[in-house]
């Protein structure tokens, strides 16, 4: 029985058209997630008391780890209803909940105006943007999986992290004009930081009317005990959970290590200025992001396996040196070199694992069986990754966190070499499209 809803004769330029709208969301989701991040180094002061700096940074970074406690049941909820009610539903509902965050946190008084009111009610926005964001990569990379023809399916779902990169990349760029061409230093740290926000929660809007529009990628009317079912996903699929759990965690952990936590590191650590880490990182986003799609069509052509392992090998010999040596460095242009080397390294997990994951499950609980089980791990490890560097930094001991990041690539990598290879027996080829 066909679970589809993507017409026979779709071709390339349909199917891009649906990879575009669904991707136009999905950037403006993560850039409204990582607008935070991004500014976090102009509002810290804002939104708590005054103090070492070091430990204004580990307040935000601790707000910024508990909205990725809201993921997993973002995951659940959104990844329920996208299995039940359809992947737009989900999606729309998503980008609506994630533009009311940031309006939120745009609007939020100080805290010499309101007191402790302030960082509650960032807290609030930021619970907000956490459910939110925590449906949307289960949704989206259900989606891009679902709309991508069999032969280019790597290719096509590496939009995913493209546009995830993007939102980044939208931040940075903001944050740049801002620093260099709008405002000056005083100006952001007082007021010039709400504007991305703002910015995010009027794109949000665009994104909505975008998505409203969308094709819808399965049929849902068709009848399944198991639709959106979280008993029937541990109950019947618990393998693809724990290989999803496994392959997540070295990955997700050494992505915001090398993205969202790097700004902070090449200006705490690295000693260099605001403005030059916001460029180092702006430009190696970018190539970062060129680089998803190629590593997508090599896992067409290759397989998902052999591109998990290589980042497994490398992540795990590599890691410790590559940051022991950014540490160290007082070159900017040493630092850009060593961090693409990692980013290197990271693509061979970025580039594929929404399709890796999409593959695993069948169409009636594939959301949610993407999306759960994923935003379960990436609380515990990519959304404390920020948390445990800084606080290992204030403990005098930061190269503990560059070992305990090789280590959870370790235990990833051992389930990169007892998984199959998703391409060869995926759950998308066995159903009738």
Same mark, same amino acid.
């Given at each position: 029985?066909?679970?589809?809803?993507?017409?026979?004769?779709?071709?390339?330029?349909?199917?891009?058209?649906?990879?575009?709208?669904? $991707?136009?969301?999905?950037?403006?989701?993560?850039?409204?997630?990582?607008?935070?991040?991004?500014?976090?180094?102009?509002?810290?002061?804002?939104?708590?008391?005054?103090?070492? /700096?070091?430990?204004?940074?580990?307040?935000?970074?601790?707000?910024?780890?508990?909205?990725?406690?809201?993921?997993? +049941?973002?995951?659940?909820?959104? #990844?329920?209803?996208?299995?039940?009610?359809?992947?737009?539903?989900?999606?729309?509902?998503?980008?609506?909940?994630?533009?009311?965050?940031?309006?939120?946190? &745009?609007?939020? /008084?100080?805290?010499?105006?309101?007191?402790?009111?302030?960082?509650?009610?960032?807290?609030?926005?930021?619970?907000?943007?956490?459910?939110?964001? #925590?449906?949307?990569?289960?949704?989206?990379?259900?989606?891009?999986?679902?709309?991508?023809?069999?032969?280019?399916?790597?290719?096509?779902?590496?939009?995913?992290?493209?546009?995830?990169?993007?939102?980044?990349?939208?931040?940075?760029?903001? !944050?740049?004009?801002?620093?260099?061409?709008?405002?000056?230093?005083?100006?952001?740290?007082?007021?010039?930081?709400?504007?991305?926000?703002? =910015?995010?929660?009027?794109?949000?809007?665009?994104?909505?009317?975008?998505?409203?529009?969308?094709?819808?990628?399965?049929?849902?009317? =068709?009848?399944?005990?198991?639709?959106?079912?979280?008993?029937?996903?541990?109950?019947?699929?618990?393998?693809? @959970?724990?290989?999803?759990?496994?392959?997540?965690?070295?990955?997700?952990?050494?992505?915001?290590?090398?993205?969202?936590?790097? !700004?902070?590191?090449?200006?705490?650590?690295?000693?260099?200025?605001?403005? !030059?880490?916001?460029?180092?990182?702006?430009?190696?986003?970018? =190539?970062?992001?060129?680089?998803? /799609?190629?590593?997508?069509?090599?896992?067409?052509?290759?397989?998902?396996?052999?591109?998990?392992?290589?980042?497994?090998?490398?992540? %795990?010999?590599?890691?410790?040196?590559?940051?022991?040596?950014?540490?160290?460095? %007082?070159?900017?242009?040493?630092?850009?070199?060593?961090?693409?080397? &990692?980013?290197?390294?990271?693509?061979?997990?970025?580039?594929?694992?929404?399709?890796?994951?999409?593959?695993?499950?069948?169409?009636? +609980?594939?959301?949610?069986?993407? #999306?759960?089980?994923?935003?379960?791990?990436?609380?515990?490890?990519?959304?404390?990754?920020?948390?445990?560097?800084?606080?290992?930094?204030?403990?005098?001991?930061?190269?503990?966190?560059?070992?305990? @990041?090789?280590?959870?690539?370790?235990? $990833?990598?051992?389930?990169?070499? @007892?998984?199959?290879? $998703?391409?060869?027996?995926?759950?998308?080829?066995?159903?009738?499209?």
């Amino acid at each position: 029985m066909t679970t589809s809803t993507i017409p026979k004769n779709a071709g390339t330029a349909w199917r891009l058209k649906a990879i575009f709208t669904g $991707s136009v969301g999905n950037l403006v989701e993560w850039y409204d997630w990582y607008a935070y991040a991004a500014f976090a180094l102009y509002f810290a002061p804002v939104f708590f008391p005054k103090g070492n /700096p070091t430990v204004q940074l580990l307040n935000t970074a601790a707000i910024f780890a508990v909205g990725f406690l809201m993921r997993p +049941i973002g995951g659940w909820l959104f #990844g329920s209803i996208a299995d039940k009610r359809g992947r737009k539903t989900a999606m729309t509902l998503s980008v609506m909940l994630m533009s009311f965050g940031s309006f939120m946190i &745009a609007c939020t /008084p100080s805290y010499s105006s309101i007191g402790m009111a302030a960082p509650v009610l960032l807290l609030l926005a930021r619970l907000l943007q956490g459910l939110s964001v #925590g449906g949307e990569y289960g949704t989206s990379a259900t989606y891009l999986s679902e709309v991508a023809d069999s032969n280019r399916r790597g290719f096509f779902s590496s939009f995913q992290y493209v546009t995830l990169i993007g939102g980044q990349l939208l931040a940075l760029g903001i !944050q740049l004009l801002l620093q260099k061409v709008f405002l000056d230093k005083e100006q952001l740290a007082e007021w010039g930081w709400r504007i991305p926000f703002v =910015i995010g929660a009027m794109l949000a809007l665009v994104a909505l009317y975008l998505r409203r529009n969308m094709h819808e990628s399965v049929n849902v009317d =068709i009848k399944k005990k198991e639709r959106g079912s979280v008993k029937a996903l541990f109950k019947n699929h618990p393998k693809a @959970v724990l290989t999803v759990i496994g392959l997540t965690m070295g990955g997700t952990l050494a992505f915001y290590t090398y993205t969202t936590y790097m !700004q902070k590191f090449l200006v705490n650590t690295v000693k260099l200025t605001t403005e !030059q880490s916001t460029l180092i990182t702006f430009c190696l986003m970018l =190539i970062y992001a060129l680089l998803q /799609p190629l590593f997508g069509m090599l896992s067409d052509k290759v397989g998902r396996k052999p591109l998990l392992m290589g980042f497994g090998i490398l992540g %795990t010999i590599f890691t410790v040196p590559i940051l022991t040596a950014i540490s160290h460095t %007082t070159s900017p242009w040493s630092a850009f070199f060593l961090i693409l080397a &990692a980013l290197l390294i990271v693509s061979g997990y970025t580039s594929i694992n929404a399709v890796v994951k999409a593959e695993l499950f069948p169409a009636e +609980i594939r959301a949610l069986g993407v #999306g759960f089980p994923y935003a379960m791990t990436v609380a515990l490890f990519g959304g404390t990754a920020e948390y445990l560097a800084l606080w290992f930094k204030d403990l005098g001991h930061e190269p503990w966190y560059y070992w305990y @990041v090789a280590f959870c690539i370790f235990i $990833s990598l051992i389930v990169y070499t @007892v998984s199959k290879d $998703s391409r060869k027996d995926s759950y998308m080829d066995k159903e009738q499209l």
